[in-house]
């Protein structure tokens, strides 16, 4: 593992895409700051290894027999029933 | 009367079969990037992501809006611009449903699949309120209130 030292304000640069900077140091807290292209995923490690966990928990045989619900649910529309938000909490 | 009804309940229903593409896969599938989605209308409310290989592997899918009626996933900037998404109304989300013997099934709310209706570019979706939702939100079973 590559470790290097670095102020606040400082940046690594990876792979000459992904940029890196420290932007605050409140006790055992580190806030970094990531600028990469929109085709890099970054996500915080446990949650990725969550997900992770439970897409491979979720894998199964296009033979499963298939759970009967309780009866209020609608139906899967083409349409979808709700609509997500695009623009995040963060944007506002 | 009795003709009628036969016919009714025995009018064919026919799977809708659409193909998904996932540049970055699935979170511990990277290399799987081709999917089917199925939708059977005897099968609802669920529906099938299968792999497109031999493999007859598949995820079980969920509206995950029929799933939690008050659900409000934020798509986070970054995806909305990889999937090209210029509204609401393009994108189709689906939840990963978890089927366990022996468990209620749930269905995962913090990362749900965000496939754009008009490219079939899919992409699962870390939602930037990610927290405020649960990772195995239970589906109600049939017969488990009596």
Same mark, same amino acid.
């Given at each position: ?17 992904? +940029? ?22 970054? +996500? ?49 | 009367?009795?003709?009628? =009804?036969?016919?009714?309940? =025995? ?6 079969? #659409? ?9 511990? %599938? =990277? $290399?799987?990037? #081709? ?7 005897? =099968?609802?409310? %669920? ?11 598949? %995820? ?13 996933? #934020? ?6 611009? %990889? ?24 269905? !995962? ?6 496939? !754009? ?6 992409? $699962?979706?870390?939602?930037? !309120? ?17």
């Amino acid at each position: 593992m590559l470790i290097l030292s670095r102020k606040i304000g400082e940046s690594i640069v990876i792979d000459g895409r992904i +940029h890196v900077t420290v932007m605050r140091v409140e006790g055992e807290t580190v806030k970094l700051g990531i600028a990469a292209p929109t085709e890099v995923p970054v +996500h915080r490690k446990e949650v990725y290894e969550e997900i992770q966990r439970s897409n491979q928990q979720a894998l199964t045989k296009q033979s499963t027999p298939l759970p009967r619900l309780a009866g209020a649910l609608p139906k899967l529309k083409p349409a979808g029933a709700g609509e997500p938000k695009l623009v995040p909490a963060l944007k506002k | 009367m009795k003709c009628a =009804e036969m016919i009714e309940t =025995e009018t064919p229903v026919i799977a809708r079969r #659409d193909a998904v593409r996932m540049p970055n896969g699935l979170l511990g %599938f =990277e $290399q799987i990037k #081709d999917y089917t989605l199925v939708t059977n209308p005897g =099968e609802a409310p %669920f529906a099938w992501l299968q792999v497109e290989d031999n493999s007859a592997l598949a %995820f079980v899918v969920i509206d995950p809006f029929v799933a939690a009626p008050d659900y409000q996933p #934020d798509i986070p900037q970054a995806d909305v611009e %990889f999937l090209k998404l210029n509204h609401a109304d393009d994108a189709l989300l689906l939840g990963i449903v978890t089927i366990l013997d022996g468990q209620p099934p749930t269905v !995962n709310l913090k990362g749900p699949i965000v496939i !754009n209706r008009h490219t079939h570019t899919g992409k $699962q979706v870390i939602i930037a !309120n990610a927290a405020a939702y649960s990772l195995k939100h239970p589906l109600p079973l049939a017969g488990a209130a009596d």
